[in-house]
């Protein structure tokens, strides 16, 4: 539903106008003054300004131009007395749409409206495919060679031309929001919104104003209508990231709008409806959820009706390799040094994939990111690793040369009793010295020499 400003001194007016435009099936705001109007745009989305010309203080041109400062796509339509028709003659020099004369006829008005909105329409729409465009999501930004990805690659293949809702699982760092791009990318959808929102960014009182919007004064701070992400995303995705975390009243909420396409903005009455797809995405097992009585079993089963369980790094780690070369040239023109990196160093190649990765693909792009900023070869180096990973790295190789069943006390028992040693030995055997070494009272010291058969 399209929203229409009306900018009128007469108070008359702007009354008449809304009824008019609301029964052609339009949402309207009304403003008195050019000051009025500029902050209802800097608070609510609109998709086009009906303006009088002649109004004190702040006049239609002057009123024209702010706009068009701020977006000079959206449409301005001037309305004008037979006087001031030189006027509006400059206005549309200005970048008006169009301009009409007082006194006019209702289907005039219609007529003029509906055609500067249908061309916004189009100018949002090249917009959305621009963006798309420029930001190249496709199968090939999805990185993968790998028997599990390919099957991934398979499963978004079938699905993107659909407008099947999907559910796409995995933990942080696998690449959920890449693959719902993806599908709406490879879509009909393609030129229309993608539109995404993390579940468990905001509170729950203003997740819900987020998702549907709200009317002016619907609670404190509220000093303008807003439209949600519902709305904005008609005709094309709504991406709900981290679903999982919605509290129990957003997912009757949510569960409603899906068998309805309709919903209601916080504070209104007024049902609004949507074509959208939803893909939804959550790191949590949402059956595990369901039968633990955290998430509602009705809206899981609409949610989903394709699956996408996206694989951990650790799972297919073949595809290292070519996921290091996508970041390396990804990275490029953020190296200092002009030389080209052309490869990793052997020993780097063998620790990047004897790695566990808990932060998957996510913490690989974050190590190649800064080792390309850091590396002054053609070569990525140990030494050009970040030492956080470099830290956890060899935190991973302690606990491998542990083995699995060994048990905690007798471990600790083993590992306290080297370091007793080694202080020592560092010491010569002053055992005021290795306590202080190791951190630990003289007293405390002799306690576990005594406790260990050491003294």
Known sequence: METILIVDDEKNYPPILSAVLEEEGFETLTAFSGREA?????????????TDMKMPSMDGIELLEHIKEKDRDLPVIMMTAYGTVEKAVLAMQKGADNYILKPFDNERLVLYVNKAIAMYRVVKENRYLRNAVETRYSFGNIIGKSKIMQDVFETIRKVAPTNATVLIEGESGTGKELVAKSIHFNSLRRGRPFIAVNCSALAESLLESELF?????????????KKGRFELADGGTLFLDEIGELSQSLQVKLLRVIQEKSFERVGGVKPISVNIRI????????????????????????????????PLLRQHKEDINILVNHFTNKYSDERSSDIPVRGLDPEV???????NWPGNIRELE???????V?????KI???????DFMNSVHDEQILDSIPQDAQLYETVTMIEKMMIKRALKLTNNVQSQAAELLGVGKSGLNKKLNKYGML
């Open 38 to 50: 500029l902050e209802i745009l800097e608070n609510s989305d609109v998709d086009l300004v009906l």
């Open 213 to 225: 919007g709200h009317e002016k004064g619907a609670f404190t701070g509220a000093v303008a209508m």
């Open 279 to 310: 893909i939804a995405a959550t790191n949590k097992n949402l059956k595990n959820e369901v039968e633990g009585g955290r998430f509602r079993e009705d809206l899981y089963y609409r949610l989903n009706v394709v699956r996408i369980i996206l």
């Open 349 to 355: 190649e063998r620790l990047l994939y004897e790695y």
């Open 366 to 372: 974050n190590v190649i990111e800064r080792a390309m």
């Open 374 to 378: 850091l590396c002054p070869g053609d």
């Open 381 to 387: 180096k140990g030494s050009d690793l970040p030492k």
